[in-house]
């Protein structure tokens, strides 16, 4: 989001598929900004640049720099996907969708000086060529988690996510073999992280990756979304394939508020805390997010998720203001409605991280901030802490307990530094 290092950053898969796209005469530097200083003053013949909402400042900055040395820059990802015109004032390509296959056009144009403005990825593609170049990644100081990504797309549109309108209903998995036979050449035991914004599309084909995924004996972890605790069974294989660590977006305790995110099916496996428990029973740490700025939300709202993240012993939690983000409905919405406080809050030199963007229903802006992260600061007091790596919700182990006392470090370190901090700098 910044000039600033982060403890939290993990390998991006985006950079290496570009990188094995690329062809082998053309020399390939990659610098990942969220965990070294990018040169300031090198002069490659073009630079590929990936930008996100929180990152569109901070790239534009970096783009504004090389272009003044003469550099063409390109984008990509999902600001530009969303927002080509605003990205194309910063940068002299774009690449809207899956990079796969545009890439290797864009490169073949530059070669001959006919670099054009828009190149469509689309996001249809078959994901059977999984080429991959982490060789880019050697020496980066990045979390101990190795990202593989088995697929792309959801299965549900929640109006606060930009997922969906970036895959529409394009939902896409690699073969599960080909995954299993990445993450056996990746080495030594490692914990591995599944990508995936939903790992479970469809029961089959979260069933075959476990099958291909169990014979190797790894840990690993994932996004996931609660209904697959309505399937006791699928839980088990899960545990039996090697999942330690599963991210839910629980959102809200509210029935009104799930139903107004477009989420009510959050409710299918019964109530939050059997979700947890079921979880828990198996060994299955759980990260849970909630969000809060819906029109049922109130000061108590929050208060409550905090208690529940408590009682329930989540490990990890985040509570998260509304963020309204370019390509979500809810974003159209909240500025159909004329409730944006911040309409272009990713370019507004005086938003703050965590600052609220828009005026909720049930409390005064300022208060929804307010409260969000003081409920994070609370999950992450050293007292909250100690209490979850001993506490006793699957018997002592020393590997979760190492594992659920880093991530809380870790967590605790980046919610505290990005807090009101200012985009870009
Ligand atoms: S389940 Fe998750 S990834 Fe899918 S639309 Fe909802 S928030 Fe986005």
Known sequence: ????????????????ILAARTPEDIAVRFYDDKVEAIPENDS??????????FTA?????????????????VMGGYQPTFLPDECLEHADSVVVGDAEGSWERLLADFRTGALRRTYEGGNERPLD??????????????????PVQYGRGCRFSCDFCSIRAFYANSIRARAPQQVAGEIGRLGPRKLVFFVDDNLF???????????????LGIRWSCQISIDVAKDELLLDRMAEAGCVFVLIGFESLSAENLRQMRKPWNRVSGDYLSVVGKLHERGMAV????????????PQTIQRSLDFALAA??????FNPLTPTPGSPLYDRLSSEGRLLLPKWWLNPAYRYGDP???????????????????????????????????ANAGFDWFRAGAVGLANVISRREVMRKQHRELGV
Do not use: Q
């Open 357 to 391: 963007i828009f005026t909720p229903r049930g409390m005064e802006p300022e208060d929804l901030a307010r409260l969000c992260f003081d409920a994070k600061r609370k999950f992450y007091s050293w007292r909250s802490i100690s209490d979850r790596i001993f506490g």
């Open 287 to 298: 990260y849970g997010t909630f969000v809060f700025g819906y029109d049922g939300d109130t």
């Open 44 to 53: 490659p013949d073009l630079v590929a640049i990936t930008v996100e909402t």
């Open 313 to 318: 012993r989540l490990e990890i939690a985040n």
């Open 1 to 16: 989001m910044g000039n600033y290092r982060s403890t939290d950053a993990v390998a991006p898969l985006s950079m290496a």
């Open 57 to 73: 400042r901070r790239a534009y900055e970096l783009a504004a720099g090389y272009r003044k040395r003469g550099v063409p820059v």
């Open 201 to 215: 599309n469809s029961r089959p084909a979260l069933d075959a990756l476990l099958s291909a995924i169990r014979p």
């Open 129 to 146: 060529d999984a080429a991959m170049d982490r060789s880019i990644f050697a020496g980066k100081r990045y979390a101990p988690v190795v």
